[in-house]
């Protein structure tokens, strides 16, 4: 493994008006120094783009608690560059699949470390919408690919996802697991992901991390995952549903967790070397990043209501029973997701460790806040 410290280095963030890779800019922001930060996103209308413009503008206060700098505008194309001691950040409004704008900002910017968090998201709006799947997680990738081959990076780091597991049976999932077969789109593309790095690692010797992430959850999130959904329900007073009758058990990760993890390793790019036939052995590797203690969702849901409760988004009296529906197994979704984070412990010294209490308790502080 090749170390790498991020101070002074010039890094792309795609996706960076998302859920995590808003958490991860703005740690880099307050852990790093002398660095550049250039972030990325489409800024699509999956979920309220609203959310996506709080994310931006955290950045931004952020920065400017750090220099005391104005902050910029992230309606524009691009905001102004806003600085900490040594740092700079900057936003672009782009799509990854855009290889015209991607080649251009790989070749302005010569970056050393890029980290790929832009992705259609969604295991079952995937069902009803490949087409923005293929574009973004197959195309974007791609065109990410394509710039680190020309630009060369000293490392590339990129989400894949638990979901690339299917419907494998034996628990916890392991990178050492085949994971030959997707039971949605979404699934597969996250899969392609991982083939086309491990190709280019091969023939251009770029070195690449594939991060497997299970169920990412806390403040700011994306409204489409249960967490969340569930919460807006609740509050309308509407029924939420419960998949495979309660029985459905999940690796909650929450968003601190996965970004330490990204962080670490950002780091840790696998190391450059040859084989005996001269050649580069693929300095690829992948890891897991979740919790190692599946939940539940019955037991899920109770500890999401005592915490609504407790931070006075719903009232003490709410009938939760009267709101609770139990349904079968929906197309494309799986039983179980467990991670064993092993080799994250192994190489990198981190496992996850912010309890789902821990976490949905941020998370419903947070919500009462944003939404008053």
Request: proline share 6%.
């Amino acid at each position: 493994m090749e170390r790498i410290d991020l101070n002074g280095k010039t890094i792309l963030v795609t996706g960076a008006a998302g859920f995590i890779g808003s958490n991860l800019v703005k740690r880099l922001f307050q852990d790093l120094t002398g660095a550049t930060i250039v972030g990325i996103d489409n800024m699509n209308a999956y979920y309220d783009p609203s959310l996506k413009e709080y994310r931006l503008q955290e950045i931004e206060q952020l920065a400017t608690v750090l220099d005391g700098s104005p902050s910029g505008d992230s309606s524009s194309s691009m905001c102004p560059p806003l600085q900490r001691p040594g740092n700079t950040w900057s936003f672009i409004k782009g799509d990854i699949a855009d290889k015209a704008l991607i080649d251009k900002l790989f070749a302005d910017n010569h970056f050393d470390i890029v980290v790929n968090l832009a992705a259609q998201a969604g295991v079952r709006y995937s069902i009803e919408n490949p087409d923005a799947y293929i574009q973004s997680n197959m195309m974007g990738f791609y065109n990410i690919l394509e710039a680190c081959r020309y630009n060369p990076v000293e490392h590339l780091v990129y989400a894949s996802s638990s979901s690339v597991y299917g419907g494998n049976k034996k628990v916890p999932f392991s990178t050492d697991d085949r994971v030959d077969n997707p039971v949605s789109l979404y699934a597969a593309t996250k899969k392609s992901n991982e083939l086309f790095a491990h190709c280019y690692s091969k023939l251009y010797n770029i070195p690449t991390t594939g991060l497997r992430f299970f169920t990412v959850y806390g403040p700011a999130g994306r409204p489409d995952m249960a967490y969340f959904g569930f919460t807006n329900k609740l509050l309308a007073g509407k029924t939420i549903q419960i998949y495979n009758y309660g029985n459905c058990r999940r690796d909650f990760t929450y968003v601190d967790d996965i970004v330490e993890g990204i962080v670490r390793v950002m780091k840790g790019a696998p190391e450059r070397k040859n084989g005996e036939d001269g050649l580069p052995i693929p300095p690829y590797a992948v890891y897991n990043i979740g919790g190692g203690q599946p939940e539940n969702l019955l037991d899920f849901v109770n500890i999401l209501q005592e915490e609504l409760v407790r931070a006075g988004v719903l009232p003490k009296d709410y009938d939760f029973e009267a709101h609770k529906q139990l349904v079968p197994m929906q197309p494309g979704d799986v039983p179980v997701t467990y991670a064993d984070s092993s080799a994250l412990a192994r190489d990198f010294g981190f496992t996850p460790k912010i309890t789902l209490r821990e976490g949905l308790r941020k998370f419903a502080e947070w919500y009462k806040e944003y939404y008053g």
